[in-house]
C-alpha cells in the first residue's frame, strides 16, 4: 500500500522521506488536495510553531482533505508538530483550534525541567505501533505537549508525565522525531507501515 | 532518594559555618522564618545542628527543637552528643532521631549505651572526613579508629543510616565527594552530606546506590536549590538518559583530529564514520568542520549532505558560522542544529537572530574556554585567538539570548586525554539551566562519568578516543549503566 506523505513546508519533510523509505514505505509526497483526500496511508508531518503549521493546513483546505481522507477509513500519522495537529487545539501564543482527531489539548510544559526538551525519553507504550520498542528510547524536540490524553498509548516523563503518542482508530500521532531515533524509530515507522 | 533540609543552630539563629570555623559566620535568620522561606511542608524530615553544644559539649537548642516538633517535622538533631543524657535531652525535646559523631567515632561503649537504651532506629551515625581520615570533637581532631572500623562498628549495634560528611567540601558549594561516597562498602542506608550546591549534585547522588538521601544546607538558604525541585526530580520515575557524542573534526572532506588544535592527522571519510558510530549507539553527531574559518565552505556543506542523509540521529554542525545564512545553509544541507562559535562572541545578536529565525533547538552556542589565572577566557578561531570574554559569563549571556544548548570545550584539556575540566562545567552548568555538552579531554570511561556526575554536563563529546578505538561507545554506555547514570 503507497504512503502518502504531506509536503508540508513548515516540517523537515526530505528527512521523514528517507526514514520512510527505509522502513520500507512506497512514498508519494504531495501538497494535492484531491491526492491526500484519497489517500489510504497518510503521513502528517510538523516542527516549529502549531499556529503557522495549522495555518499553512487551513489555508490549503489540506485540513478538509484530512478529514476526508479519514472519513473514508484512511490510515493517519501525525509527527511532532504534526502529532500536536491532531488535537482539539493548543494553546500556544493564544488558543488554535486543531484537527480535532483526537481528544485533548497542547499545552507547554510547566515543569522544573528546561524547555524546550530537546533529547533522547524513554517511554512506555503499548498497542502495535510500538510492537518491540514499548520501552523504547525516542528523540524529543518539544515545547508544547498534551497531558493525560484520553487516546494516549505512549507516555514519557520530562519533569512530569506527558503524551507520547495518541491513537484513535485509524489516527496515530507520535511527539517524538522517529526520523532522528535510529533504530526505535524505524521501527515504529515500519510498524505504522505494516499496519492495517 | 530522600532529600532533607539541613539547618546550623547559634544563638537561636539559623547560620552557616564556613569550613566549621566560628570565627566566619553567616547568619540567616530565626528558624521559623526560615523554613518557611525555604517552603519545607509538614512531615519533612529535618537535620538540626545545635553547633553551640557541638563546641561545649551541652545541648542549648532544645527549644527550638522543640517548637520545630510540634510543626509536624520529623527533626533529626546533633551536636556534641557524648553521652546517653545528652541524647535523652534531644529525644525528649521532640526530636526523632539523634546524630551523634564523636562517640560513634571514637567510645563505642558509649554508643552502645544509647542504642540499647534508645532503640538503633533513633539514632544516626554521623561520620566526618577529611582525605579519608575520620575527624571528631568539632572536626578538631583525628579520630582512633579508621573509616571502615567506624562503619563496620556502627553497623554492628543494628544502627541503619549513616550521615557522611566530607569535611572539606561542606559549604564550599564545590560539590559533594562523589567518589567517597562511590567506594564505601557498607550496608548502611548513607546520607551524604557536605557540598551539595547544584539540582545536577543532588540528581547525580541520586544514581548512587548505596546514598539513600542527602542534606542538603548552604545552598537551599542560597535559593541555589529548591526543595520541592529537588524531591521531584529525584522522583521522576523516567530517567532521562545522558548522551554520548562522537565529534567529527572535518578539514577539506576528511575527519582529522589534532592535538590541542594543531599536528592534524587523516583519520577517515565522514559518512564511513557517521554510520558506523550511529550503529555503534551514539546518540548525536557534531561536525565540527576546522577548516571553515580559514578557507572554503562548499566541501563542508557536501560533507553535511552527505552525513546527514545516512544518518538517524541528530546531527550538530558547527564551524566558521558567520551569518544567518550560513547557518540557514547548514540546517538546508542536513544539519539539525548549528553550531556559533566566533561569530557569535563578535555579534552576539546573532544568536537571537537564529534563534527567533530557526528556533532555539537548532541553537548550539560552542564555546572554547582556557584558563586564565582565576577565571576562563573565550577562544575564538579553533581555540587559537583569545577574545578577551570570559567564558563563564559569556555562557550565560548566550542562554539568555537564545542559545538551546552549549558546546563547551576545554581548550586545555582537548587532546590530552586527562579528563573533562570538572571546574569549568561546574562554573557553567551551576549558572545555566540549559544542557552544556562537555568535551575536551575525555580518556578514560570515569571521565565521562564524571562530567556528568561532578561537572553537570547533560552530553559528553569525544572525538579521537572513538576515532583511535582505544574506547568504544559500546564501553562507555556501559560504564554509564553500571554506575547509575542513564543511557539509551
Redesign the interface.
Known amino acids: 500500500m503507497k504512503t502518502t506523505l504531506i509536503d508540508s513546508p513548515v516540517a523537515n519533510v526530505?528527512?521523514i522521506a528517507?526514514?520512510l523509505r527505509?522502513a520500507g514505505a512506497e512514498l508519494e509526497i504531495t501538497r494535492d488536495t484531491d491526492i491526500i483526500a484519497n489517500a489510504p496511508k497518510l503521513v502528517l508531518p510538523g516542527?516549529?510553531s502549531f499556529v503557522a503549521a495549522m495555518r499553512w493546513l487551513t489555508e490549503n483546505k489540506i485540513d478538509a482533505a484530512i478529514h476526508e481522507a479519514v472519513t473514508r477509513g484512511a490510515t493517519l500519522l501525525g509527527i511532532c508538530v504534526g502529532h500536536q495537529l491532531l488535537f482539539d487545539r493548543s494553546h500556544e501564543m493564544g488558543t488554535t483550534p486543531g484537527l480535532g482527531l483526537v481528544r485533548g489539548e497542547v499545552r507547554q510544559y510547566d515543569?522544573?525541567l528546561?524547555v524546550?526538551q530537546?533529547?533522547?525519553?524513554?517511554i512506555?507504550a503499548r498497542g502495535p505501533l510500538f510492537e518491540g520498542v514499548e520501552n523504547g528510547?525516542f528523540?524529543f524536540?518539544n515545547s508544547y505537549a498534551a497531558v493525560d490524553a484520553p487516546d494516549e498509548i505512549a507516555r514519557?516523563?520530562?519533569?512530569?508525565p506527558f503524551t507520547a503518542a495518541v491513537q484513535h482508530q485509524r489516527v496515530f500521532g507520535v511527539q517524538f522525531h522517529p526520523?532522528?531515533?535510529?533504530?526505535a524509530?524505524?521501527r515504529v515507522l515500519r510498524n505504522y507501515i505494516a499496519w492495517t | 532518594m530522600d532529600v532533607i533540609p539541613s539547618i546550623d543552630l547559634l544563638d537561636g539563629q539559623v547560620v552557616r559555618l564556613l569550613h566549621g570555623d566560628f570565627a566566619r559566620v553567616t547568619a540567616y535568620g530565626d528558624p521559623e522564618t526560615v523554613l518557611d522561606t525555604l517552603a519545607v511542608p509538614r512531615g519533612s524530615r529535618l537535620h538540626v545542628v545545635d553547633l553551640e553544644a557541638s563546641r561545649s559539649g551541652r545541648p542549648v537548642e532544645t527549644a527550638i527543637v522543640r517548637r520545630l516538633a510540634s510543626r509536624g517535622l520529623r527533626i533529626q538533631a546533633g551536636g556534641g552528643i557524648r553521652s546517653l543524657a545528652d541524647a535523652r535531652t534531644w529525644i525528649d525535646a521532640g526530636a526523632e532521631k539523634v546524630v551523634i559523631g564523636t562517640v560513634a567515632a571514637d567510645a563505642p561503649e558509649v554508643m552502645q549505651a544509647i542504642v540499647g537504651e534508645l532503640g538503633a532506629e533513633r539514632v544516626i551515625a554521623a561520620v566526618d572526613v577529611r582525605d579519608g581520615i575520620v575527624r571528631v570533637a568539632g572536626w578538631e581532631r583525628e579520630a582512633t579508629a579508621s573509616l571502615a572500623e567506624v562503619l563496620a562498628r556502627v553497623e554492628e549495634l543494628g544502627i541503619g543510616e549513616v550521615l557522611i560528611t566530607d569535611i572539606s567540601k561542606d559549604g564550599a558549594m564545590r560539590g559533594p565527594s562523589f567518589a567517597l561516597y562511590r567506594s564505601l562498602r557498607t550496608a548502611m542506608r548513607i546520607i551524604a552530606s557536605g557540598g551539595v550546591s547544584t539540582m545536577s549534585d543532588v540528581v547525580s547522588l541520586s544514581r548512587i546506590q548505596s546514598v539513600g538521601a542527602c542534606v542538603i544546607g548552604r545552598a537551599l538558604l542560597d535559593g541555589r536549590i529548591r526543595l520541592a525541585?529537588a524531591r521531584?526530580?529525584v522522583a521522576?520515575?523516567?530517567?532521562?538518559?545522558e548522551?554520548v557524542i562522537p565529534c567529527l573534526d572535518v578539514r577539506d572532506g576528511r575527519v582529522v583530529k589534532g592535538v590541542n588544535f594543531v599536528d592534524i592527522r587523516d583519520a577517515g571519510d565522514p559518512v564511513e564514520c557517521a554510520v558506523l558510530y550511529?550503529s555503534a549507539g551514539a546518540?548525536e553527531l557534531v561536525i565540527l568542520d576546522i577548516s571553515a574559518t580559514d578557507a572554503n565552505r562548499s566541501t563542508a556543506l557536501d560533507v553535511v549532505r552527505h552525513v546527514?542523509?545516512s544518518l538517524?540521529?541528530?546531527l550538530t554542525v558547527g564551524g566558521g558560522v558567520r551569518t544567518i545564512e550560513d547557518f540557514r545553509a547548514l540546517l538546508r544541507a542536513?544539519a539539525?542544529r548549528v553550531a556559533i562559535n566566533t561569530a557569535a562572541i563578535r555579534n552576539p545578536q546573532l544568536i537571537a537572530d537564529c534563534a527567533r529565525e530557526f528556533?532555539?533547538?537548532a541553537v548550539v552556542l560552542s564555546c572554547d574556554a582556557k584558563r586564565a589565572g582565576d577565571h576562563f577566557e573565550a577562544m575564538v578561531r579553533g581555540g587559537r585567538e583569545s577574545s578577551g570574554v570570559d567564558a563563564v559569563e559569556w555562557c550565560r549571556r548566550a542562554e539568555e539570548l537564545g542559545a538551546?544548548?552549549i558546546l563547551l570545550t576545554s581548550v586545555d584539556r582537548d587532546g590530552t586525554n586527562r579528563g573533562y575540566d570538572i571546574e569549568l562545567l561546574r562554573a557553567v552548568t551551576s549558572l545555566v539551566?540549559?544542557?552544556v555538552i562537555a568535551s575536551g579531554g575525555a580518556g578514560s570511561v570515569e571521565h565521562f562519568r564524571d562530567a556528568i556526575e561532578a561537572g553537570g554536563a547533560?552530553?559528553v563529546l569525544a572525538a579521537s578516543l572513538f576515532h583511535d578505538r582505544r574506547l568504544s561507545i559500546a564501553d562507555v554506555k556501559q560504564f554509564l549503566a553500571s554506575e547509575g547514570i542513564?543511557v539509551?
Open positions: 526530505a528527512n528517507r526514514a527505509v516542527v516549529g515543569g522544573i528546561p524546550p530537546i533529547g533522547w525519553n524513554r512506555t528510547v528523540y524536540v514519557a516523563d520530562y519533569g512530569g526520523e532522528k531515533s535510529s533504530g524509530g524505524l | 525541585e521531584t526530580l521522576a520515575p523516567n530517567a532521562i538518559p548522551r550511529e546518540d546527514s542523509e538517524f540521529i541528530p542536513g539539525d528556533g532555539v533547538q538551546g544548548e539551566k540549559i544542557g547533560r552530553a542513564p539509551r
